[in-house]
């Protein structure tokens, strides 16, 4: 911490004044400072004198805060945080005791950090995560979506009255009707509530899982975390190029671990017999029927089919 007299030299309410006493008696008749001595009535100015440095920095960290430049241009010693003062007797004696406390920039800083913690990103823009969202503004701008935002909501308050249940959703509509928006609104509302999840761009994924063959212990942990996970979406499933081994050994293990455990969520453009047709084929061993029937029976019986209609957002 400053020396008193560096600190003083700098504040400009009582720049050119020189005398000690003088700087004394500023910081003493600080508005803070006589309220910190109404709490503490019996503390005298002796001890409040020995502890000058303390309450200039409270006097000063709580002017920067009113003035506030953001939380990464924060002048404070402890960033996001100001010098707060309490006084406490001890034997008879009075002590004057700094602590940091943190503001509330700093508070929904480390509230959101703890939710990107809890949520993991696949090629997903993780600004998305990050957003502030409003499910009645989404309805004001496109009233068609009302449905679907009121059917996550449900969904979303059933977890918080009744626990994680092993259904989840699947988000169908057609191109920027907000089935992603959806997704990430239902991902974040859950994550504060303690919940892990992961959120996966499909198309992306399964080229990168392609790549993946020749790390096998680094796809063996991927797939570990997309199967252990709470919340689970697969977003745009239906437009990736699948080939039968990332059908086969990748969807299938993680879907098929999943199911009757945890929920897993879908968006996509296609419905139901759509997806089982995707599924269905492959451009290296063409058309295989039962292999897309078997990956649907891991996703049909556990979703429940929420119709994403609006007008396309994009642009």
Not at 75 to 94: A, K, L, V
Not at 150 to 179: A, C, H, W
Not at 200 to 219: G, H, R, T
Request: proline content about 4%.
């Amino acid at each position: 911490m400053e020396s008193l007299g560096e600190a003083l030299r700098r504040l400009p309410l009582i720049e050119g004044v020189a005398d000690a006493d003088q700087l004394a008696q500023q910081v003493l008749n600080d508005p803070l400072v006589v309220k910190l001595r109404t709490r503490y009535p019996e503390v005298d100015d002796r001890v409040l004198k020995m502890n000058l440095n303390r309450l200039y920095q409270m006097s000063a960290e709580v002017k920067n805060c009113k003035s506030c430049p953001g939380l990464a241009n924060c002048p404070n010693d402890m960033q996001g945080h100001f010098t707060s003062i309490t006084c406490h007797e001890s034997n008879g004696r009075w002590q004057v005791i700094d602590h940091k406390t943190a503001c509330s920039k700093w508070i929904s800083y480390e509230q959101q950090l703890q939710l990107s913690k809890r949520i993991t990103s696949f090629f997903v823009d993780e600004t998305l995560l990050g957003m502030d969202y409003d499910p009645i503004e989404m309805v004001k701008s496109d009233s068609h979506r009302k449905a679907a935002v009121n059917d996550v909501l449900q969904y979303i308050e059933g977890v918080r009255t009744s626990g994680l249940p092993k259904k989840g959703l699947y988000l169908m509509g057609d191109f920027g009707t907000g089935k992603t928006y959806l997704a990430g609104y239902l991902l974040q509302k859950l994550a504060k509530e303690g919940f892990t999840g992961v959120i996966v761009y499909m198309p992306e994924f399964v080229e990168d899982a392609k790549a993946l063959m020749l790390e096998p212990q680094k796809l063996k942990e991927t797939i570990t975390l997309m199967k252990e996970t709470d919340l689970l979406v697969f977003d745009d499933m239906g437009s990736e190029n699948l080939s039968p081994w990332v059908r086969d050994h990748v969807l299938g293990a993680i879907l098929n671990y999943r199911m009757n455990r945890k929920p897993t969520f879908y968006t996509s453009n296609h419905d139901l017999d759509a997806l089982e047709k995707h599924f269905s084929f492959t451009h290296k061993e063409g058309e295989e029927l039962h292999k897309g029937q078997r990956l649907m029976d891991r996703v049909r019986p556990f979703v429940d089919v929420v119709h994403v209609r609006g007008k396309n957002q994009r642009g």
